[in-house]
């Protein structure tokens, strides 16, 4: 993105606040300025209209140039310039006005196409002054809007995509130079010479354009008339530029020999076309198909000058004037975006769903939301974000509920006065919610603040949204942090939550005196008085804004982003987030036992994220623990902590730990020595600092019959459990809930009964379609051919070698499978094959069960799930299914399936 630095954005506020500096106001005082002046002011406003609809929304800021005391208009020519970014849609949806003394504002709701386009199928995604886009129409050449621009690009987009590659249609027959026998301009543009005053036999039309030379600049002229009509040609179907034809009479005129070069003139046409920037949607990165012809002009036999002609064939992608007029805010500044930019956001959709996902659900949709909104999924038969908002932050009519109630008991207890100066705040406000937190700046993902005591966001009727922060003395910097803090909220619940109403969050500090009675503190921050539009007029719009807080409080990247090559959000179900939300300074150690496929790893990833802005750490300071180098370097490609194995834990010291989060403990060992109590210690080192031990275990999921070297049971307290399967399918869930059954019945020696009992509570989202597919006494050539053979089918389907994984049950295993799985591979085209130390890469994963603990993919097979220790058949079976996202093959090899029944009887 380009700087424009004469705009800024305004810090003190918790809103995008652009101030433009000094702008004339009133239709009557903008005529009297000079038109460079105008057109000046009017630039500046319209680059901050234009960034700050494709931002989420926000305040653009004027000085007043003129005196009038009185109130003023905008400005004719302004509010014309504002409805050209806003496709002509009614004004006041996106634009609200209000002028305070020398000071005039306007409050500019996010860009959004939900509501607002009269014709609905144009649906640009972002807004822009000007698409540099052509296209020809009849005799005439037109510059498209953003949304004749929309609808231009998301039909060569589409063709692209259906047919491969799309080729230059050839439409137009002067481009067919096999009509020459019936087409008179392809005869008359094959003469190497033109008679001056020579009348053309036929007229301009949609694929003829007359031309006459410039009297002066003529290079120049020649050049910004290829800026717009070549692009027109290439954009629509192609055709002539005529250049030296006066296009009423047709007469030729040409260009006077002493005034142009011929050959310079030539050289600078090519070179401006060549300069145009050209964009494709296939795999075919061809060039702009021209031809340029520089004709003579005689004179009464002798040469008077020149002619040009251009022909130009219609181009697979688009072709661009110049850079299209577009701003967005990037940090503290306004930004004007490049092509590619421009084009990637104006033609991004949801991603294609169909085979890869089908059984997802839409929770947020990109044909709706704001500019920078991504899609936002959740599987099929989990909380809706609708379900989520009425269990986690209802509104009651009549009534205002604080919510959750166990913080707000903790609060109020622990805290004298507190709750008497948060309830005189709330006092005037009869519907509503209040959202208390320890840090609402840690649930967005920003620092923790020293000395708040709480933040508590108040969703109230006939109000705009209020930030609450209570410190617990005064303190010059409470008020920025504030600020701060709302400032992202806001961002977040439109450009990530999708919020599509007039938004802003007022804030207030508030702190308690140590000495006496609560206290309110006067400090506001800079403010802006907001229109009533601004505020919540009823439970259906309270309500909405509340499903835009789910997603912004429970959203995290999905798996899929890696899959579908763009980034997808997926929603913490409501008891991951409730433990997800615990404060942790309470909460210092959590043993969390989760069914397989319950979502452990996702829960210690966010977990590791809140412990850096709690408590402000460094990325060495948190420590991830698991058994397997594969998980490990899964982990550790995230960035937000130091990842080790159990092993590398107990071989090395770590005096800059002070956070340590166990995942997939259940597969630990004590044969190196015993990591819990070396975990504990380092936890413990400094009573006065809390620092963090969570433990995420599964013993369905146990791979050994050694001593794993946990607690015992009765000392895995504070103890939560997740029970609800998010990521299988439904057969694939039915299946391994029968699994489960059988680990229960039948568990190895060296885990305790009791936990195992959860598989009874076990709940997944039903209806999910996906595969199971068992098949037994195979041969080891038939194993490796079915999968070849459901690989390239798959592929063929959509899917991808990064969605597959083939798992066995050894590492011995994998090596006797390699080879001949290679040479099956190969035999249909297939070779990309790896091992699960690299999941980042477009390749079919060959590993072991144990190895792949804690990670997953779209299409698991498994091949006879078979082991030396018949305790924890089962055990290897249940993590074997629950690896699997969508379609589930197991292969029992011959014999090894009537071994694997005389091991478990």
């Not at 259906?162 to 230059?168: A, L, M, T, W």
């Not at 055709?239 to 070069?261: H, M, Q």
């Not at 009464?300 to 688009?318: H, N, P, R, S, T």
């Not at 504990?680 to 001593?707: A, G, M, N």
Request: charged fraction near 25%; glycine fraction near 6%.
């Amino acid at each position: 993105m380009e700087k424009h630095s004469r705009l800024a954005i305004k810090s003190s506020y918790s809103d995008l606040v652009i101030n433009v500096g000094k702008v004339t106001l009133g239709e009557s005082n903008r005529k009297k300025l000079q038109k460079v002046q105008r057109e000046k002011e009017k630039v500046k406003v319209i680059q901050a209209a234009c960034a700050l609809l494709n931002s989420g929304g926000g305040v653009i800021q004027l000085e007043m140039a003129n005196n009038d005391e009185n109130l003023v208009e905008m400005g004719l020519d302004l509010e014309a310039a504002l409805r050209t970014l806003i496709l002509f849609s009614n004004l006041q949806v996106f634009f609200k006005t209000k002028q305070q003394g020398k000071c005039y504002y306007i409050f500019v709701k996010s860009w959004s196409t939900d509501t607002f386009l009269e014709d609905i199928s144009v649906k640009p995604r972002i807004c822009s002054l000007s698409s540099s886009l052509y296209c020809r129409s009849g005799t005439s050449v037109f510059l498209m809007d953003s949304g004749k621009a929309f609808s231009f690009l998301k039909t060569k987009k589409t063709n692209a995509k259906s047919s491969g590659k799309e080729p230059s249609r050839e439409i137009s027959k002067v481009i067919h130079p096999d009509l020459h026998d019936v087409d008179p301009t392809y005869c008359v543009f094959q003469k190497d010479h033109f008679e001056r005053g020579e009348v053309m036999p036929f007229p301009e039309s949609q694929f003829i354009e007359f031309k006459q030379f410039a009297t002066k600049h003529i290079e120049q002229y020649t050049k910004d008339t290829i800026l717009e009509y070549i692009p027109a040609f290439a954009n629509t179907e192609g055709g002539y530029l005529v250049i030296g034809v006066d296009d009423k009479s047709r007469k030729v005129l040409g260009c006077a020999k002493e005034n142009v070069d011929r050959d310079s003139l030539k050289k600078k046409i090519e070179e401006a076309i060549q300069k145009l920037s050209c964009v494709h949607f296939c795999q075919c990165q061809c060039q702009i198909d021209f031809t340029v012809k520089i004709l003579d002009v005689l004179d009464k036999g002798e040469l008077y000058g020149y002619a040009c002609v251009i022909g130009v064939k219609q181009f697979c992608g688009a072709v661009f004037s110049g850079v299209p007029s577009s701003w967005m805010v990037k940090g503290k500044d306004v930004c004007s975006l490049t092509t590619e930019e421009w084009l990637s956001m104006m033609v991004d959709t949801d991603p294609d769903l169909r085979q890869l996902c089908k059984d997802f659900e839409s929770q947020l949709s990109l044909s709706n939301s704001p500019p920078q909104s991504r899609p936002v999924y959740s599987k099929k038969g989990l909380e809706h974000k609708k379900d989520l908002q009425q269990l986690l932050f209802p509104v009651t009519p009549g009534c205002l509920k604080y919510t959750p109630e166990s913080l707000q008991k903790e609060l109020f207890l622990q805290n004298e006065g507190l709750e008497e100066l948060i309830n005189r705040q709330i006092d005037p406000f009869s519907q509503g919610i209040l959202i208390l937190s320890t840090s609402w700046a840690v649930d967005l993902n920003l620092e923790e603040k020293q000395g708040v005591i709480c933040d508590a966001l108040l969703i109230a009727q006939n109000r705009p949204p209020i930030l609450y922060t209570v410190l617990r003395e005064q303190d010059a910097e409470g008020q920025s942090y504030c600020t701060r803090v709302a400032f992202t909220l806001k961002q977040k619940l439109v450009n990530m939550g999708g919020y599509t109403g007039n938004l802003c969050i007022t804030t207030k500090v508030l702190h308690l005196s140590p000495e006496r009675s609560a206290e309110s503190s006067a400090g506001s921050g800079s403010v802006i008085d907001y229109p009533s539009s601004y505020h919540l007029a009823d439970t259906q719009q309270m309500e909405a804004l509340l499903q835009s807080l789910v997603i912004v409080l429970l959203g995290f990247r999905s798996l899929l982003s890696d899959q579908l090559g763009c980034e997808v959000l997926n929603l913490l179900t409501a008891k991951q987030y409730k433990i997800f939300s615990k404060n942790l300074r309470k909460n210092k150690e959590l043993f969390i036992h989760g069914l397989p496929g319950s979502g452990k790893t996702i829960m210690a990833t966010k977990i590791m994220e809140k412990i850096r802005n709690t408590f402000h750490c460094k990325t060495n300071e948190i420590l991830y623990i698991c058994e397997n180098k594969p998980l490990k370097n899964f982990i550790r490609d995230k960035n937000i902590c130091q990842a080790v194995t159990r092993k590398s834990f107990m071989k090395y010291d770590f005096t800059h730990t002070q956070h340590i989060i166990i995942d997939e403990a259940q597969n630990f060992r004590t044969e190196d020595g015993d990591w819990y109590r070396k975990a504990k210690t380092i936890t413990q080192r400094d009573t006065d600092c809390p620092r963090i031990l969570w433990i995420f275990l599964d013993y369905f999921q146990t791979s050994h019959v050694e001593d794993i070297g946990l607690p015992a049971l009765s000392a895995q307290y504070p103890r939560e459990e997740l029970t609800r399967v998010v990521r299988n399918a439904d057969q694939i869930a039915r299946y391994l809930q029968r699994v489960l059954q059988r680990v229960r019945k039948n568990p190895p020696r060296n885990i305790p009964h009791e936990p195992l009992k959860m598989c009874l509570e076990a709940k997944w989202a039903r209806d999910v379609q996906g595969t199971l597919s068992i098949k037994k006494n195979l041969t080891l050539n038939a194993i490796v051919m079915y999968v070849a053979d459901t690989c390239k089918l798959l592929f063929e389907r959509g899917y991808s070698p990064k969605d597959v994984a083939v798992l066995v049950s050894t590492a011995r295993d994998v090596k006797k499978y390699q080879q001949e799985l290679l040479k099956a591979m190969r035999k249909k085209g297939i070779v990309c094959l790896t091992n699960a130390n690299d999941m980042g890469g477009d390749h079919i994963v060959l590993d072991s069960v144990r190895r792949f603990s804690g990670l997953e993919r779209s299409i698991v097979f498994g091949i006879h799930p078979s082991t030396v220790k018949a305790a924890i058949l089962y055990n290897i079976l249940a993590c074997l299914v629950s690896r699997a996202n969508q379609h589930l093959h197991i292969l029992w090899q011959r014999d090894v399936e009537e071994e694997f029944q005389t091991k478990t009887g």
